[in-house]
């Protein structure tokens, strides 16, 4: 690791985290003088019990909800639009995330759009776009329901065109919560697949944020803490969860999502596009494609597969014996082995080929990767 220039390490908000915390969310809202927050959520999440224990819990302290939940499961710069208006046409102070990425990710995405109206895609953080996020924005609470992006400690939001399914990031730090309320036992409830994909999910931002370019320690030794509790405790929970197992994987993921301000890599950006393309749910995508890209990227990077070994608790310390332990992993929780399994076809390819070498992930993979590299891996996993 060399230190070649000034490098800027940033560490997240204020987490409130343990089985419970989401019930002090009311008494937070009063303490902050909130009273009409708009909860931003998906319309799955919004029919589940919890979800509505939350709601009428906030009611009974006389705070003024409107919940907002017309969203698309890879969410659109349409729905950001919508849920504004809901923010506007009942004048709301605050807003609250529930949900899993794609709920916390709409709801970051309104917090951005409230002070700022220029077309969304403006604030595109690979344009360059930040520097327009210049307004104040509104207070802004998140609730992590899934185990797996770990964006309710993020700082952006994945948006897609709503024609060409491109998917444009916003960022800015201003876009951090102010406060997270992680409670496991919302993730309770979680389907056994959905476990499993977003886990993977939350695996691989730990994973590539540990192998990425950047030189950052503080992020690698919590990218490594993260693994081993993922490794731990997410066969468990897909296939006999348990407040433990619940809990190790919510903070394993929220650690990869600090972990990944160093940056991802190749499995990312070979998932992306699946998502894009086909609409493939992104954890899923990244779990089938993690052992092949991992595969890629031991030339190199030798040392660092060694540390993953251990801390995976692997008895051969070497990259082959970490891409084996991928595999059998993906195995235990019913993530299939091949690309062909989850309805990619031979001749989505070359289009999936052109989005990957495009996708903003990759260049902070440590070993460089061309269009050619990324038509093989995905032949590779066919
Ligand atoms: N902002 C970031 O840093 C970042 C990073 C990676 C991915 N993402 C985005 O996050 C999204 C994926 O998020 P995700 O993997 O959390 O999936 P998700 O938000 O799509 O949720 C998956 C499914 O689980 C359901 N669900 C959520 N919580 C539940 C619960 N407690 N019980 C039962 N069902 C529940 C949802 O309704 C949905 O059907 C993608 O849109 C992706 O682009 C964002
Ligand atoms: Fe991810």
Do not use: W
């Not at 303490?31 to 999440?45: A, E, F, G, Q």
């Not at 907002?68 to 004048?91: L, M």
């Not at 993260?226 to 433990?244: C, F, K, W, Y």
């Amino acid at each position: 690791m060399t230190f070649d220039k000034i490098y800027q390490y940033n560490f997240p908000t204020t987490i409130r985290f343990g089985a419970g915390a989401s019930k002090e969310l009311g008494d937070y809202l009063i303490k902050n003088n909130l009273s009409r927050p708009l909860i931003v959520t998906d319309p799955n999440v919004a029919g589940l019990d919890f979800f509505k224990a939350i709601v009428s819990g906030l009611k009974k302290k006389n705070i003024g909800i409107e919940v907002f939940s017309d969203i698309h499961k890879n969410p659109v710069k349409s729905d950001v639009y919508k849920g504004t208006e809901v923010f506007d046409n009942t004048t709301r102070d605050s807003i609250i995330g529930i949900g899993g990425g794609a709920a916390l990710d709409v709801a970051r995405a309104i917090v951005l759009r409230v002070n700022h109206r220029e077309d969304l895609f403006k604030y595109d953080d690979l344009i360059g776009g930040d520097v327009y996020v210049t307004n104040d924005v509104p207070h802004f609470i998140t609730i992590p329901t899934t185990a797996g992006t770990g964006s309710e400690v993020g700082r952006s939001a994945i948006i897609s065109d709503d024609e060409t399914h491109q998917k444009k990031i916003l960022f800015s730090p201003k876009l951090l919560a102010k406060i997270v309320f992680a409670d496991p036992e919302l993730t309770m409830e979680l389907p056994p697949f959905i476990t499993a994909a977003t886990g993977m999910d939350a695996l691989t931002h730990n994973m590539e944020a540990y192998l990425a370019k950047m030189p950052h320690p503080m992020c690698e030794g919590i990218a490594l803490e993260g693994m081993s509790l993922i490794h731990q405790s997410l066969a468990t929970a897909v296939n006999r969860p348990d407040l433990e197992s619940r809990s190790q994987m919510l903070i394993g993921s929220l650690m990869g999502a600090v972990a990944f301000q160093k940056g991802l890599g190749v499995v990312h950006s070979l998932a992306h596009p699946l998502s894009s393309l086909l609409d493939t749910h992104h954890g899923l995508a990244n779990a089938v494609n993690i052992p092949y890209g991992m595969e890629f990227n031991i030339g190199g990077s030798e040392e660092k597969f060694k540390r993953m070994a251990r801390t995976l608790e692997l008895k051969d310390e070497t990259g082959p014996a970490v891409v084996k332990y991928l595999f059998e992993l993906n195995s235990k929780i019913n993530i299939p082995h091949k690309l062909s399994a989850i309805g990619v076809k031979q001749e989505h390819v070359e289009a999936l080929a052109d989005l990957a070498i495009a996708d903003f992930a990759h260049p902070n993979n440590p070993k460089t990767v061309s269009r050619e590299d990324f038509r093989n891996l995905y032949n590779k996993a066919m």
